[in-house]
């Protein structure tokens, strides 16, 4: 299970119209602890879990702030033949919803990496350090990282079938432009029950932290929480499926039967 993107989108307007990825409130829900809890499936055989978590953090340079994290752990049957275990968190500012630092730990087999990226959102700047070593990147203003932009999406105004909204993301020392499409409504049949979510796709072009580069479609609850139900994209085999089975301090509401 080589845990690649989750999730990124860009900036550019291509003719398509626009959702405008400007000022939002952040939900209660990320200050108050949010946990999501995935099983994750590839080839109809359930491979790992995955977590999504938030909560309040310490001020970073006075600045109140939210820590997320994604973590995605292979189980011991996988773990066995390709043992993964994925560790990555974002601090963001608990106003502005953009990233001042997200650290990246992943383990897939016996290959290893870790980074870290600091980003000075008034110098628009990102420092990265990797294995002792610094590189500085120009970034554009208020630029998000791979797992911020997740939660910023979330606290967006309402999204409108046909329309695409975008985002600046920096990853693998570039800044990428990406599309996020709104592709319609859908009610999913879940273990939480029937959850009417909104269905997107994503156009990821680098590593991030659950699929390859490719398509990557969500399933998201039609509500101001915009709780991600299901997450589904290609791999270099077959394609891989993460889908909510427990919520902390979030219950879903179903739909009427």
């Known amino acids: 299970m080589p845990t690649k993107t989750l999730w990124v989108l860009g900036a550019v307007l291509l003719g398509s119209p626009l959702v405008a990825a400007s000022s939002s409130t952040l939900p209660p829900s990320f200050l108050s602890g949010e946990r999501l809890v995935y099983d994750i499936s590839w080839a109809g055989f359930n491979v790992g879990r995955g977590i999504l978590e938030s909560e309040a953090g310490e001020p970073w340079n006075g600045r109140d702030v939210i820590r997320v994290s994604s973590t995605a752990m292979s189980n011991k049957l996988l773990s066995y033949i390709f043992p993964v275990k994925d560790r990555i968190e974002s601090i963001i500012d608990a106003n502005g919803l953009y990233p001042y630092k997200i650290i990246v730990d992943q383990k897939h087999g016996l290959r290893k990496r870790y980074k870290e990226i600091q ?31 997740l939660y910023y999406f979330r606290t967006l105004p309402v999204l409108e079938s046909g329309t695409s909204v975008f985002i600046d993301v920096h990853e693998s020392k570039k800044n990428w432009k990406l599309e996020i499409k709104i592709l319609g409504r859908e009610t999913l049949k879940t273990v939480l029950g029937k959850i009417p979510t909104v269905k997107v796709k994503a156009i990821v072009l ?31 085999i077959g394609s891989i499926t993460a889908t909510l089975t427990q919520v902390e301090r979030q219950p879903l509401i179903p739909a009427p039967s």
Do not use: C, N, Y
């Open 119 to 149: 980003f000075d959102q008034d110098g628009h700047t990102a420092l990265m350090l990797v294995k002792g070593k610094e590189s500085r990147f120009d970034v554009p203003p208020q630029v998000q990282d791979i797992l911020s932009s």
């Open 206 to 236: 680098f590593e991030g932290i659950l699929w390859d580069k490719g398509d990557l479609t969500l399933w998201l609850t039609d509500d101001a929480r915009r709780i991600p139900i299901m997450m589904s994209g290609k791999i270099m």
